[in-house]
């Protein structure tokens, strides 16, 4: 079974419509849960960083954090073309080092 | 907030020459990371600084690959002998410095994109 598990998409929804983004995770060490967007042939960019369960929101933007399912999702209210991107989830276990990363899911938002 | 910067944007270099990156993070972020990011994946790790100290190597690395951060702020990494399968996305990462509270998201650069031919 793989740590991260992410539908790579494509999704593809009308402008303004709600997104859902979701990952599931298997290691009970995890703490920290991140969300990235990722634009063709750029860095990655911290979208939400969340370190408990519950609901973050910013914006356009909700995190939510299931940690007895171990099940996390990005919320994307409104949606604009400009939001077409790859999304990524990223977890910590709390160690200071490497970040463990879903496939990312593919986004397309159509005027 | 100047954010994480990577030079070269770009680079192609024919197979079996050696490259180098650099790296400059957030002035005050003690922690860098580097990955690798091939089209259709996550970022995958490639060694972590705490400010000029290695502390972790990926064991999926060769050694062909070095990676360095002299006095703990830019850092450099290395790829010798370059082979076809190196070519990819080289994405750098910044972390703050822990206070009263850890923190451990991350903070990317632009990357650099390497093509061997």
């Known amino acids: 079974q793989k740590e991260v598990e992410q539908d790579p998409g494509p999704l593809s929804v009308p402008e303004g419509a709600i997104v859902s983004l979701n990952c599931t995770y298997s290691?009970?060490?995890?703490?920290?849960f991140m969300w990235y967007r990722q634009y063709s042939r750029k860095g990655p960019e911290l979208l939400m960083y969340t370190y408990s369960s519950g609901n973050k929101e910013d914006g356009r933007f909700t995190a939510q954090v299931d940690k007895s399912s171990k099940y996390i999702s990005l919320f994307i209210r409104d949606s604009q073309p400009s939001d077409s991107a790859t999304y990524l989830c990223?977890?910590?276990?709390?160690?200071?080092?490497?970040?463990?990363w879903g496939l990312g899911t593919s986004l397309a938002v159509n005027p | 907030d100047t954010g994480v910067s990577q030079n070269p944007r770009h680079k192609i270099t024919k197979r079996g020459q050696n490259v180098t990156f650099r790296c400059d993070p957030i002035s005050e972020h003690n922690r860098l990371y580097w990955y690798r990011q091939t089209l259709g994946q996550g970022p995958e790790f490639l060694t972590y600084?705490?400010?000029?100290?290695?502390?972790?190597k990926s064991r999926l690395l060769s050694d062909r690959f070095s990676a360095e951060r002299p006095k703990g702020s830019f850092s450099t990494l290395e790829i010798q002998r370059t082979e076809q399968g190196d070519s990819a996305m080289y994405l750098c990462?910044?972390?703050?410095?822990?206070?009263?509270?850890?923190?451990?998201?991350?903070?990317f650069g632009p990357g650099t994109r390497l093509t061997v031919t």
């Open positions: 290691n009970s060490a995890f703490q920290y």
């Open positions: 600084f705490q400010n000029e100290a290695q502390l972790e």
């Open positions: 990462a910044s972390s703050p410095k822990w206070g009263q509270s850890p923190r451990y998201e991350q903070y």
């Open positions: 990223a977890f910590n276990a709390g160690n200071n080092r490497k970040l463990i």
